[in-house]
């Protein structure tokens, strides 16, 4: 299965649901083609929702990396909310826990935007 | 799927095109030898990544995605190692330049990442130049008794 992605609104907070494997391929691209469009038409509060991504390689970390890097420059937030056990530890091994601002629940994750 | 249910030694061993449902194929391919080796849910996660990130490197840095190269997989379970061998057909690379995925310079990079995952997953890593031309791979992973 590749990815797949949902956007819808909370407030002025886009919220991204994507679920499946965000590999090297159809599923690192999908998320970059989505979070470059979302960024283009001026979302400033991006939250991925990861609470059902099933795998994730070194590519998808990349785009993970890319698109808080688009939409930083921006001028915008990109959050992460509901990581599984596999993605948290990939993203602590590789010292990028810290640098996503993490969420367990979407509640609170929309009211950390600025 | 053949049963192993005393995790008999085992070796599989595949010649595959150069694309990414390779890819695919190989991590597959492999955590069905080693789930019949009898290894747990997290080093069978760590195993896959392993191999996954080992044939994208294959494929896609190696043998660049060419349809007149093959990428070998060999996989062997004895009953201390598990041990998985990949190799292309590429130019080759100088893995000392590989740039520190941790270091602050580099951490925001999009890419870089796949070796040192592999290094950090595995019990044993190793790169060597083959001749006349590509590289491979060897993963291991020790079994341990329970």
Known sequence: MSVKLNTRQVGDVSVVDVAGRITLGEGSSALR????????????????????????????????????????????QLKLLGLNKRVKDLLQITKLYTVFDVHEDEASAVRSFA | MREN????????????????????SAEELALSVAQRAGFD??????????VRESMVNAVVHGNRYSANKKVRLLVTHSSERFTIRIA????????????DPLAPENLMRTSGRGIFLIRSFMDEFEMR??????????LVKYVVSK
């Open chain 1, 33 to 76: 083609d989505m979070l470059r469009d979302m960024t283009s038409k001026g979302s400033k509060k991006i939250l991925l929702n990861l609470g059902e991504v099933s795998y994730i390689d070194s590519s998808g970390i990349g785009e993970l990396v890319s698109g808080f890097t688009t939409v930083t420059n921006g001028g915008g």
């Open chain 2, 5 to 24: 249910k005393n995790h008999a030694p085992e070796t599989l061993e595949r010649s595959l095109d150069s694309t990414l449902e390779s890819v695919d």
């Open chain 2, 41 to 50: 849910e997290d080093d069978l996660m760590k195993i896959g990544m392993a």
């Open chain 2, 88 to 99: 292309d057909e590429g130019d080759g690379f100088d893995a000392a330049n590989i740039p």
């Open chain 2, 129 to 138: 130049h083959r001749e006349p031309r590509g590289t491979e791979v060897t």
